[in-house]
């Protein structure tokens, strides 16, 4: 498997961030795995590097944190508005097969 897994499906992609946001994983595997660039699209590359950024700061990634920091850095309508990153989580948690293949290769665990 190449360093960085490239996304290319939009699904998938949902899938990876709203499992992000939805918290109880360990974001270290996924964070070494891919980088903002690896996002087809922009707004979810957004969305990746504001996770990022706020691992870095330590701050707990969850759901009204991201929304926050989304919109103190004027971002927010970049990555589709707050109902998009929402629904990010049940996509999340309702793609039972993408959410399975993606904790298998993640090495996320309990997902």
Same mark, same amino acid.
């Given at each position: 498997m190449d360093a960085q897994l490239h996304l290319s499906n939009i699904e998938a992609e949902r899938v990876v961030?709203?499992?992000l946001i939805m918290g109880g994983h360990s974001t270290s595997s996924v964070t070494q795995l891919l980088?903002?660039?690896d996002f087809y699209r922009e707004g979810? $590359? %957004?969305l990746y590097q504001t996770i990022m950024d706020m691992l870095a700061e330590? %701050?707990?990634i969850e759901l009204p944190a991201v929304v926050s920091k989304l919109i103190s $850095?004027?971002?927010i309508d970049k990555v589709g508005g707050t109902n998009y990153v929402a629904n990010l989580i049940n996509q999340?948690? $309702?793609d039972a097969r993408s959410r399975s293949s993606l904790t298998e290769s993640c090495g996320?665990?309990?997902s």
């Open positions: 961030l709203g499992g980088v903002p660039d979810h $590359s %957004i330590n %701050i707990l $850095s004027q971002q999340f948690r $309702s996320w665990e309990g």
